[in-house]
């Protein structure tokens, strides 16, 4: 099993300001949260730690699936990886046998546009688990997996925790 709930939950309180922060539900190894106060205004967002793993990291990774009603954003992907990025090297999602080519930079890659968003999000609700791989600033590659356990089901909380926001 990739995540457990404590670590989930550990690392949603890290994510948002303890103050503004309601958890919309634990839905496998994905959590669904709401963040009245959040940068640009209310949002709503689905998180999944990436797994475990002993490798260098000098991040903890995570994916978020967010939500920003009165910016009119829905299905915002962003992944947050385990290495310093390469200036611009390549970051690339596998999920399902399809490939995305990520944007990005520091040790954070977003889809390029909102159609990839929407692809991507389609995509998670069928698939078992998504694979992002990159080159770190010192040249080796890595990769970072995310079960996808609860993922369709937190993304769909997030999306009605903010409908009544709009």
């Known amino acids: 099993m990739f995540c457990r709930r404590a670590p989930l939950i550990l690392l949603a309180l890290i994510a948002a300001p303890a103050l ?40 903890q ?19 947050r990886l385990s290495r310093k990025l390469l200036p611009n090297a390549p970051i690339t999602l596998i999920m399902s046998g399809q490939r995305y080519k990520l944007v990005g930079g520091g040790g954070d890659a977003w889809a390029a546009d909102k159609r990839m968003d929407a ?3 389609a995509a998670m609700r069928s698939a078992g688990e998504m694979t992002v791989s990159a080159r770190g600033a010192d040249g ?6 995310w079960s996808l356990d609860g993922a369709a089901t937190a993304m769909d909380a997030a999306a009605v925790g903010c409908a009544r926001l709009r």
């Open 20 to 59: 503004a922060r309601d958890s919309l539900g634990i839905f496998g190894n994905w959590g669904a949260f709401s963040d009245m106060q959040g940068q640009g205004g209310p949002r709503c967002y689905a998180i999944a730690m990436a797994a475990p793993s002993t490798l260098q990291r000098d991040y």
């Open 61 to 79: 990774p995570f994916a978020t699936i967010a939500t920003w009603p009165r910016q009119q954003v829905r299905g915002q992907v962003h992944f």
């Open 119 to 121: 692809a991507i999000v």
């Open 140 to 145: 080796r590659g890595f990769t970072n997996t």
